[in-house]
Antibody
């Protein structure tokens, strides 16, 4: 059974770059039918789609992030990464990666999430 | 961006009740609508995809319907483990967007 696990620093200083990794275990994300998405959730608030990366390496991002997000993949390590530059307190949130299906876009396997706090 | 509006924002119900949550899209999204359940401190869990398809392993008391702009999630007979927050999500256009959530509480 495929599992995803997010990892990275829990505290990032304002204006710096947030860097997170999503590691896949118990299987893989099939390049034929699945891809990886990143989502975040500020404490007590709703969910925000950050972006996605296809097996081809093509990416899409939420324009609300003003070009600050970069998603990449290291398929040999079965890892996906998220970088978010020039962070502010508004980027404080729980960050999730999720397996996503082509077509429906359903997010059917989620990591447990990792909390990132932006503070000096 | 496509705006997703859920109603109600919160709901009190009792075990055994039938509950319906509504999600409305700001434009037609065909059937590109998914529903998730989230419990405190946990990641969301997929319940329904493509508006009405039940995700594997999800109890059959959960059902979804709708197309175009109006969608519903129905729980036919509430169980104690169903008290949680529910989110809809459109995957018709990027950026994919979520509803603000409906918190289902015990009456």
């Amino acid at each position: 059974q495929v599992q995803l696990q997010e990892s990275g620093p829990g505290l990032v200083k304002p204006s710096q770059t947030l860097s997170l990794t999503c590691t896949v275990s118990g299987g893989s994300i099939s390049s034929a039918s699945e891809y990886c998405s990143w989502i975040r959730q500020p404490a007590g608030k709703g969910l925000e789609w950050i972006g996605r990366i296809y097996s081809s390496g093509d990416t899409n991002y939420n324009p609300s992030l003003w070009g600050r997000a970069t998603i990449s993949a290291d398929t040999s390590k079965k890892q996906f990464s998220l970088k978010l530059s020039s962070v502010t307190a508004a980027d404080t949130a729980v960050y999730y990666c999720a397996r996503t299906h082509y077509g429906s876009g359903k997010l059917d396997v989620w990591g447990k999430g990792t909390t990132v706090t932006v503070s000096s | 961006d496509i705006q997703m509006t859920q109603s109600p924002s919160s709901l009190s119900a009792s075990v055994g009740d039938r509950v319906t949550i509504t999600c409305r899209a700001s434009q037609s999204i065909s059937n590109f609508l998914n529903w998730y359940q989230q419990k405190p401190g946990k990641a969301p869990r997929l319940l329904i995809y493509a508006a009405s398809s039940l995700q594997s392993g999800v109890p059959s008391r959960f059902s979804g319907s709708g197309s175009g702009t109006d969608f519903t999630l129905t729980i036919s007979s509430l169980q104690p483990e169903d008290f949680a927050t529910y989110f809809c999500q459109q995957t018709y256009n990027t950026p994919y967007t979520f509803g603000q959530g409906t918190k289902l509480e015990i009456k």
